[in-house]
């Protein structure tokens, strides 16, 4: 399967996370180390790093994932910020912002700090926030082939409408994407 043309740091609000194949982007307890010995395009990394301005996040993924390491391997350094209820209890981290204020108006500060750059939202539950309100211009999706059967969902949203997307690059924007792995 290919995949789609470069990212490009155009300003955009990227929902942008590595993914099983079952729909996790954590494992139980915010666990990350089943995305080890996956192999990922080469330069991927160095295009994210290249693309994105500033990083919003959601404390619970902050605290218990992330914990004021960089992302990509540290090879990325910008601003982050940590949207909470309760930022008054976050541990203070360099280059890292905890605001406590609607996501729009988060998405606001992050694309202003981003420099024309890319905005990407690091957190499922803030993701879906942003869907709801249109606030979303790409989902950019790196499917890992592995079933966690447990974890952190990409995505969620009971009783809700189904959101439908167009993918990006060439060939028909509503068509499936086929994927056929065998168990290793």
């Known amino acids: 399967m290919d995949d789609t043309e470069p990212q490009t740091a155009s300003g955009k609000v990227l929902f942008h996370f590595a993914m099983s194949l079952d729909g996790f982007v954590a494992g139980p307890d915010h666990a990350m180390d089943w ?3 996956v192999s990922v395009r080469p330069g991927l990394h160095e ?3 290249a693309t994105t301005g500033a990083i919003l996040g959601g404390r619970d993924g902050w605290d ?3 914990g004021g ?3 990509y391997g540290g090879g990325w350094q910008g601003p982050v910020f940590v949207l909470t209820h309760h930022p008054e209890d976050a541990a ?3 280059g890292v912002t ?6 729009a108006e988060a998405v606001r500060i992050g694309l202003a700090a981003a420099g024309g750059k890319n905005l990407e939202v690091f957190s499922p539950t803030i993701g879906a926030q942003l869907l709801a309100r249109g606030l979303i211009d790409e989902i950019d999706l790196h499917i890992l082939p592995v079933l966690l059967g447990d974890g952190v969902r990409l995505y969620q949203s ?3 409408k189904p959101v439908r997307l167009h993918r990006v690059g060439d060939g028909d924007p509503v068509a499936a994407v086929n994927v056929r792995y065998r168990p290793a």
């Open 158 to 160: 009971a009783g809700g």
């Open 69 to 71: 390491a960089r992302p």
């Open 92 to 94: 203070p981290a360099d």
């Open 98 to 103: 905890f605001l406590s204020c609607d996501p």
């Open 64 to 66: 218990h994932a992330i």
């Open 47 to 49: 295009e994210y790093i």
């Open 35 to 37: 995305m080890a010995g």
